[in-house]
């Protein structure tokens, strides 16, 4: 597979899934369906990161096979949003109306006095009814296996999954699936695969951001802030600057790296395996995780859309998925990113797998917001995320590849009818004309010169 460093320029033609290839069908490129089928691979799930109802939805009609979300406690994303037990069961209806799973983190690592409100929190995810629970922590475990017999269990990445037996040992206790620890490479998991056979299901990270601690276990955050990574309150210094101060020479900041007065030291590239899809297939990985729960809409639209495209691609015909690499490419640097790499997949990773310079995400495209309503005379109903004018080409993005270049031909307050030239009020509800069709659950979106 080629090297996935070229997802960070953007200089291949735009492509419409249905476009054709010098003349060619691409249903006639690379191995027939039968050729594929003849394979025996299991078409893995995509699991796609929600921070809030409007994202999981968002997630729901751009290709998630399920959506895992977190609570309004006992997940590791307290800075998320998340959900209340409402939102929760008003998000489960919204999936399994359209055959789409969701699983609820509870993957903290647990005290003493975390442990009866979890008791109480597991009896309320009985009625909100989610197809499993990510957990890590051993004492959580066992009190959902009491309280909620009946919901599948998730191991977290956060439990250090490394080994076969681990995997067995989890199976034993009950587990319906085991995550992998990200320091795994595809040749371990292989060997995980083999060992294990179909007793239990494997979830690996394949997408979004890397940490610098083992399988996610940092103590850096505590220590600086005295906010606990592994109780949800991470602060991501791992993203800081650093220097090296001598102890008798305070003030006098040393160079880390080169010739640097100070250097991003522990800031990793973003996993990405967008271009590495029959590799993970042939793993035996049952389900893809894209990791983001602190995303926005436009990111998860973005991830999903491309990986529901290549994952079904390479299912019909490897060949299709290999025509249609420029595509995944151009459009997985859509979304914020900070460089991309294949983690431990491929190996141990060397010092080219960090960003020295600086924290800064590449950023090429802005949300703007995602149409709630069409009154079919042309207009749609956005809440407007970030500022846009009238008069501006903007692009309708559609869960089925297109993109739609458009211009913004006018825009009007919901509430007043007063017509506008520039949206600059976040949250503000707005009535926007396009020189185009948008449907809802759309996204709009301005691409950044």
């Known amino acids: 597979m080629r090297n996935l460093k070229t997802a960070s320029v953007r200089k291949e033609p735009r492509k419409d899934f249905t476009e054709q290839s010098e003349g060619k069908s691409f249903q006639t490129l690379g ?15 995509l699991l796609i990161p929600a921070s809030s ?12 096979d399920a959506v895992y979300i977190g609570g309004e406690a006992f997940g590791l994303r307290a800075k998320a949003k998340n959900f209340s037990l409402e939102e929760m069961k008003e998000g489960v209806r919204f999936a399994h109306d359209r055959q789409v799973k969701v699983y609820v983190t509870a993957n903290i690592l647990a005290h003493n006095r975390d442990l009866p409100e979890a008791r109480v929190y597991f009896e309320e995810l009985k009625e909100v009814g989610p197809d499993a629970l990510i957990i890590s922590d051993p ?5 959902a296996r009491e309280v909620c017999p009946e919901i599948e269990i998730h191991i977290s990445t956060q439990a250090n999954n490394v080994n076969y037996q681990t995997f067995r040992f989890w199976k034993q206790q009950g587990a319906s699936r085991v995550v992998t620890g990200r320091e795994l490479s595809l040749e371990e998991i292989r060997e995980i695969r083999k060992e294990i056979g179909d007793t239990v299901e494997i979830e690996t990270f394949v997408h979004g951001a890397m940490c610098i601690s ?3 276990r940092c103590l850096l955050s505590n220590y600086f802030t005295g906010r606990d990574a592994n109780q949800g309150a991470c602060t991501h210094p791992c993203r800081w600057k650093y220097a090296v101060v001598e102890e008798t020479r305070p003030g006098e900041y040393m160079p880390v790296y080169e010739n640097e007065r100070g250097t991003f030291l522990f800031n990793s590239k973003d996993l990405c395996m967008i271009g590495h899809i ?8 049952d389900s893809l995780k894209v990791e983001g729960r602190m995303k926005t809409a436009l990111y998860v639209a973005t ?8 994952l079904d691609d390479y299912v019909q015909n490897p060949g299709l998925y290999e025509a249609h690499m420029p595509w995944y490419l151009e459009q997985i640097a859509r ?13 141990r990773p060397d010092e080219s797998a960090q960003i020295y310079e600086n924290s800064t995400y590449v950023k090429e495209y802005t949300y703007l917001g995602t149409v709630r309503e069409v009154d079919g005379q042309g207009r749609c109903l956005v809440e407007q995320r970030n500022k846009f004018s009238v008069g501006e080409v903007i692009e309708i993005m559609k869960p089925d590849g297109r993109d739609l270049e458009v211009p913004v031909q006018k825009i009007e307050d919901a509430e007043s009818g007063t017509s506008q030239e520039s949206a600059p009020h976040a949250r503000q509800q707005l009535w926007v004309t396009l020189g185009g069709e948008a449907e809802v659950m759309d996204l709009l979106r301005r691409e950044e010169t």
């Open 335 to 347: 979304c914020t990113y900070r460089q991309f790499t294949t983690g431990f997949f491929y190996g």
């Open 139 to 143: 004492g959580m475990f066992l009190i």
């Open 303 to 310: 991830v999903a859309r491309t990986y529901r495209k290549a």
């Open 53 to 64: 109802l409007e994202v999981l939805k968002t997630a729901v009609i751009f290709g998630a």
């Open 31 to 45: 191995r027939s369906e039968g050729e594929m089928r003849n394979l025996n691979k299991k078409k893995p799930e």
């Open 278 to 285: 029959p590799d993970l297939v042939d793993a035996g990985i």
């Open 214 to 216: 083992y399988s996610g």
